[in-house]
T-cell receptor
Framework: AQTVTQSQPEMSVQEAETVTLSCTYD???????LFWYKQPPSRQMILVIR??????QNATENRFSVNFQKAAKSFSLKISDSQLGDAAMYFC???????????FGKGTKLTVNP | DVKVTQSSRYLVKRTGEKVFLECVQD?????MFWYRQDPGLGLRLIYF???????EKGDIPEGYSVSREKKERFSLILESASTNQTSMYLC????????????FGPGTRLTVT
């Protein structure tokens, strides 16, 4: 079974600093998608960023970027210039075996300190 | 923007009750999903539907059933609620094929006493 591992249950960062959240995954597929989702406290889960495995270039969305290492099966999320509104649970997810389903990691709780 | 709504944000039910959780999406998505979210366990897929009246078991279907009579609506049913089904339930929808992005509802926090 495919697995997604987030090794950091909790992280904290000072406002305006940079933080990196780790994610590793396991798949035998050559083509797949990876996602980072954000779930703010008591609010809806939203997509932060997506990466297509066949694209070597790392995806970027404003202050959010990824470091995609396909050979190492690593997909970390970097948040630059952290803001108080970035405080949330972050989930890494991977498409599952060519199906429409996603496999999620257990999540990383990010705290942003003022 | 895609909108996924869930019938209740908070629900309290008694052990043995039949519980219905409703989810509606407004983007004509073929795929709909029900997840359970527990601290330290992440999101676990309960059931998946890829078309009206079509369903597929996820990783933890025991104790649950689903119904999809219309494309926009996907219901999760707890036939006889138990205390170990106390959890946050998330509904999601997606359009088939790349990029497989799922859009989530706000969640229903169910407490079974």
């Amino acid at each position: 079974a495919q697995t997604v591992t987030q090794s950091q249950p909790e992280m904290s960062v000072q406002e305006a600093e940079t933080v990196t959240l780790s994610c590793t995954y396991d798949t035998s597929e050559s083509d797949y998608y990876l996602f980072w989702y954000k779930q703010p406290p008591s609010r809806q889960m939203i997509l932060v960023i997506r990466q297509e495995a066949y694209k070597q270039q790392n995806a970027t969305e404003n202050r959010f970027s990824v470091n995609f290492q396909k050979a190492a099966k690593s997909f970390s999320l970097k948040i630059s210039d952290s803001q108080l509104g970035d405080a949330a649970m972050y989930f890494c997810a991977q498409t599952q075996g060519g199906s429409e389903k996603l496999v999620f990691g257990k999540g990383t709780k990010l705290t942003v300190n003022p | 923007d895609v909108k996924v709504t869930q019938s209740s944000r908070y629900l309290v039910k008694r052990t043995g009750e039949k519980v219905f959780l409703e989810c509606v999406q407004d983007m004509d998505h073929e795929n709909m999903f029900w997840y359970r979210q527990d601290p330290g366990l992440g999101l676990r897929l309960i059931y998946f539907s890829y078309d009206v009246k079509m369903k597929e078991k996820g990783d933890i279907p025991e104790g649950y059933s689903v119904s999809r009579e219309k494309k926009e609506r996907f219901s999760l049913i707890l036939e006889s609620a138990s205390t170990n089904q106390t959890s946050m339930y998330l509904c999601a929808s997606s359009h088939p094929g790349s990029p497989y992005e799922q859009y989530f509802g706000p969640g229903t926090r169910l407490t079974v006493t």
